[in-house]
């Protein structure tokens, strides 16, 4: 069955980097878009990130555009999300998704705070 695993959360001072990874099997990984959400409670889920199959195309919410990257690696079916200059409100639980399905991880937190 299809697996998400997500790590790399954590706490980090303002201004600060994390990297993301989302492990995932159970599927042919190399023809799948994939994604990253995240959510705070209280608030819907948002769209953070999306990478094609091939990983050639990729696009961002305006809130993290020119700070986050989304990059994969087909070859160790993983997706990762490099975070910098982290805000507050980057502040949230980040789950991994495989692209246009109801396949989620069990999400990982990332909190900025000084």
């Known amino acids: 069955q299809v697996q998400l695993v997500e790590s790399g959360g954590g706490l980090v001072q303002p201004g600060g980097s994390l990297r993301l990874s989302c492990a995932a099997s159970?599927?042919?990984?190399?023809?799948?878009?994939m994604a990253w959400y995240r959510q705070d409670p209280g608030k819907q889920r948002e769209l953070v990130a999306i990478?094609?199959?091939?990983?050639?195309?990729?696009n961002y919410a305006d809130s993290v555009k020119g700070r986050f990257t989304i990059s994969r690696d087909n070859d160790k079916n993983t997706v990762y999300l490099q975070m910098n200059s982290l805000k507050p409100e980057d502040t949230a639980v980040y789950y991994c998704?495989?692209?246009?399905?109801?396949?989620w991880g069990q999400g990982t937190q990332v909190t900025v705070s000084s």
């Open positions: 998704n495989k692209w246009n399905t109801n396949y």
């Open positions: 159970g599927f042919i990984f190399k023809i799948a878009g």
């Open positions: 990478i094609s199959s091939g990983g050639r195309t990729t």
